[in-house]
């Protein structure tokens, strides 16, 4: 087991709200300077990982350390080696920029000599040069984020968690925060991040897929496309589409069918016999076929199928 | 525990209070305010009652005990009745609560026979005015009256004050011209105390719960304890601030006698205040929002303060359940030290009863909010 300042260790990990499994029977771990993403639709499970890991709620079983201290019985002490940005703005809305930020250097008991050089690090990190008096109410929502981030990581913990840490934020903004993910992995931090953007996975270095509280899948992006299809992938672009969603799922091959704009994914066991019997099928409907063809699963598609197959095994409609 | 820590979640605290104007009018003027109303609108003096005067004798016997009436704040003389029909119009009209009728013929008995009556009709609609009203006349009939008895002795050649007379002098203390100002002020104090200390923690914690801010905050090193010591520290001196300036203006604007000692007055204002802030604190811990744990603080305070602490209504005329209940008030005992300190100027050393009460609710509350809160979302 590794006992690092920088790991996270989970093993299966439970959470129940009443008769509700928020969290079950989760198990993993990080390694140092590693961008950990925990992907999942909203309901998860994520959040309740993510505080618990915080020491903000207490699991229901199983077991979890943080900069190898355990969650149930060093609460405290960890929270002086994590950074934890929530999903809901937690900062001071009543309150100046610096304000916030020097309420956190207090609480994390930021050293007064870097005091000045952190504060002015994180006002230049979150883009807020010059608005340093501003109140933080009056900020728009990346601005906000960033000096949420700056907050949380004043004190240089070991580990940062970041809650959806671009949810409700423009693209150009979420960008400039991927890069500061990065910097801070580069830095040796353990970032640990959940999203429910897909293409927000792919910056990741390793990914937890979770759904209705468990893990369905975890790897390297790369890994996690190559490994988890149950088949191939095919793209159809044909119209109309409706017909087509009709016609597709039926032909012999076909594993899986979903909807990414207007296109048909398709997974198949065996492209090369099943591309020409969906294009057969579909023209002997009068449906129109642009596209048959063949091509890399996105990490969206693998979450789809991922969670297809655990529907269809547990007998659950898709 | 890190003096950093509380430093910074007390100077966060006070950005806050001085940032927002509610909080700022909470602390400056709901203090004025209820000093000004209660201190007048419960005024329990009956003074300039109305009084109606009808002479049938009119002589200069008769006019010394009108005058003698005229003389003092407590009647004023509204009207000067010249038939019996007339009196009786006035006090029914409401003009005159209260009308003095000096028989014809006053002068006259009194010499004769040393004795005469006068008729005094009061509208005891309002009882409590009634009595007052009563007493006052009575007394100052008297005090004529034995001034006449004198003058009749010694204008017959008698000793004065001979013949056993027995003089009755009633003296009242510590307020000695029964000012019932000097008696409430103290209380009004009590309650702008309760009602302003609890009411500013009850928001405190609640307010972290519903913007979210708690959220961060409970994820960082600092302590439940230093949250709780943080956020206390500055209300204690908003607290100790709004004291002052209950107390300069009892003095100087209500004219209350301030015969204790300030340091008296601060050590025991000081705990108590730490009793009402840790149950506002309370509150707002259990509550988790910030209207509920204002309502209950509200609830907690304003009422029993008022009714219950002795403010206006003596505990001792209360029923025996009634009376218990109080014992657990910290309100009662806060008044009964202040009107102490206001009125009596007696030593610390007789208030240990109050002081040990107090100290015990405190430790009670301290405890109660510290054990109720966590750091966790649950």
């Keep these: 087991m590794n006992n690092g300042e920088n790991s996270v260790v989970v093993q299966g990990l439970t959470k129940k709200f009443g008769d509700f499994v928020a969290v079950n029977n989760v198990s993993f771990e990080t390694r140092k300077g590693e961008i950990f993403g925990f992907l999942g639709p909203n309901g998860a499970g994520k959040s309740t990982t993510i505080r618990i890991l915080c020491g903000l ?6 077991r979890a350390s943080v900069a190898g201290l355990d969650v149930m019985k060093e609460a405290e002490k960890i929270r002086q080696r994590i950074g934890y940005m929530s999903q809901k703005f937690s900062l001071y809305n009543d309150l100046r ?5 020097r309420f956190f250097a207090g609480l994390y008991s930021v050293p007064n000599k870097i005091l000045a050089a952190r504060m002015e690090w994180a006002v230049k990190m979150a883009g ?4 340093e008096r501003a109140l933080t109410g009056s900020l728009a929502v990346g601005w906000k984020q960033r000096l949420a981030l700056g907050c949380a990581v004043l004190h240089q913990p070991p580990i940062v968690f970041l809650d959806e840490p671009t949810s409700g934020v423009d693209p150009v903004t979420r960008q400039q925060f991927w890069e500061l993910i990065h910097q801070m992995a580069a830095e040796g931090v353990t970032v640990f991040v959940t999203t429910h953007y897909m293409d927000e996975a792919e910056f990741c270095n390793r990914l937890v897929l979770i759904d209705r509280g468990q893990i369905v899948a975890m790897g390297t992006p790369t890994e996690l496309k190559r490994t988890s299809m149950h088949g191939e992938l095919l793209f159809i672009e044909s119209e109309p589409l409706g017909q087509a969603l009709e016609v597709v799922p039926i032909v012999e091959g076909v594993l899986d069918v979903a909807v990414f704009g207007n296109a048909i994914h398709a ?22 076929v642009r596209r048959v063809e063949p091509i890399p699963p996105t990490l969206e598609d693998v979450f789809v199928s991922l969670t297809a197959a655990r529907d269809s095994r547990e007998g659950r409609a898709a | 525990m890190s003096p950093a820590r509380i430093f910074a979640m007390m100077r966060k605290e006070i950005t806050q209070v001085l940032r927002d104007p509610r909080s700022l009018l909470v602390i400056l003027l709901m203090p004025v305010m209820q000093l000004v109303i209660y201190g007048y609108a419960v005024n329990l003096d009956v003074n300039h009652i109305p009084l109606c005067v009808y002479d049938r004798d009119d002589t200069q016997t008769s006019q010394e005990l009108i005058k003698r009436f005229q003389a003092t704040d407590y009647f004023t003389i509204v009207h000067v009745a010249h038939d019996y029909p007339d009196v009786l119009h006035q006090i029914d009209s409401g003009v005159a609560t209260t009308a003095i009728v000096i028989p014809s013929q006053f ?6 026979s040393g004795k005469a009556g006068v008729q005094l009709l009061i509208d005891a609609s309002d009882s409590n005015s009634a009595n007052v009203a009563m007493g006052y006349a009575q007394s100052i009939i008297q005090s004529y009256s034995s001034d006449i008895l004198v003058d009749w002795e010694q204008q017959h050649g008698l000793p004065a004050t001979g013949g056993g007379t027995v003089q009755f002098q009633a003296r009242t203390w510590y307020n000695e011209d029964l000012e019932s100002m000097a008696n409430i002020v103290p209380g009004v104090v009590a309650m702008v105390m309760a009602v302003v200390g609890s009411f500013l923690t009850s928001l405190t914690i609640a307010r972290e719960w519903e913007r979210g801010t708690m959220e961060m905050l409970i994820s960082t090193p600092v302590s439940a304890l230093e949250i709780q ?26 004219g209350v006698p301030f015969r204790g000692s300030w340091i008296v007055m601060f050590s025991t204002s000081a705990l108590f205040l730490t009793v009402v802030l840790s149950l506002g604190y309370y509150f707002s811990v259990v509550a988790k929002s910030q209207m509920a744990a204002s309502q209950l603080a509200m609830l907690a305070t304003f009422l029993p303060t008022f009714l219950l602490s002795g403010f206006l209504f003596p505990i001792d005329q209360m029923p025996k359940p009634v009376q218990w209940l109080s014992v657990i008030l910290p309100a009662r005992y806060y008044v009964e030290i202040l009107r102490s300190v206001f009125l009596k100027g007696t030593s610390i050393s007789l208030m240990t009863g109050q002081i040990v009460a107090l100290t015990i609710i405190s430790v009670i509350l301290i405890a109660l909010a510290t054990r109720a809160f966590h750091k966790r979302l649950e």
Aim: charged residues 20%; contains cysteine.
């Design chain 1, 57 to 62: 709620l207490l699991p229901t079983a199983g």
């Design chain 1, 97 to 101: 920029v610096t304000e916030n930020l």
């Design chain 1, 128 to 131: 807020l040069e010059g608005r």
């Design chain 1, 267 to 288: 997974v198949v066991s065996g492209a090369a016999a099943t591309a020409p019997r969906i294009r057969a099928a579909l023209e002997a409907k009068n449906i129109r």
């Design chain 2, 107 to 112: 002068d006259e008995t009194l010499r004769s």
């Design chain 2, 229 to 254: 010591i943080g956020k206390l520290v500055p209300y204690f001196f908003i607290g100790v601030m709004d004291t002052t300036l209950c107390a300069v203006m009892g003095v100087w604007w209500f």
